[in-house]
Nanobody
Framework: VQLQASGGGLVQAGGSLRLSCAASGSSFRINGMEWHRQAPGKQRELVASISSGGNTNYVDSVKGRFTISRDNAKNTVYLQMNNLKPEDTAVYYC????????????????WGQGTQVTVSS
């Protein structure tokens, strides 16, 4: 399963961006999907997650500003980021936990290539 992320860019503080991440491949289904980020000199952190049923979780620093959603028909996860702050500057990565629909069942986690988000003050 391959993931392709898009939507990053340069935005001023207070602005918005929407990230997208589409999964492709054959004979698979996806369970949970997540967005992670890594700022320069910092460890990668989990930003938001969404289950196959739509349950969501967020790191405290983005609650009320970011919204994760998914389109199961398109195998795509989104991250709507509003009221962006300079501390949101990072490379954002999407993940998908998948399993095969063929036997024997295979499971795995795929990572997207990362998309840069830069927020200027």
């Amino acid at each position: 399963v391959q993931l392709q992320a898009s939507g990053g860019g340069l935005v001023q503080a207070g602005g918005s961006l929407r990230l997208s991440c589409a999964a492709s491949g054959s004979s698979f289904r996806i369970n949970g999907m997540e967005w992670h980020r890594q700022a320069p000199g910092k460890q990668r952190e989990l930003v938001a997650s969404i289950s196959s049923g739509g349950n969501t979780n967020y790191v405290d620093s983005v609650k009320g500003r970011f919204t994760i959603s998914r389109d199961n028909a398109k195998n795509t996860v989104y991250l709507q980021m509003n009221n962006l702050k300079p501390e949101d500057t990072a490379v954002y990565y999407c993940t998908a936990d998948w399993y095969s629909t063929y036997q024997p069942i295979e499971v795995g986690r795929s990572w997207g290539q990362g998309t840069q988000v830069t927020v200027s003050s």
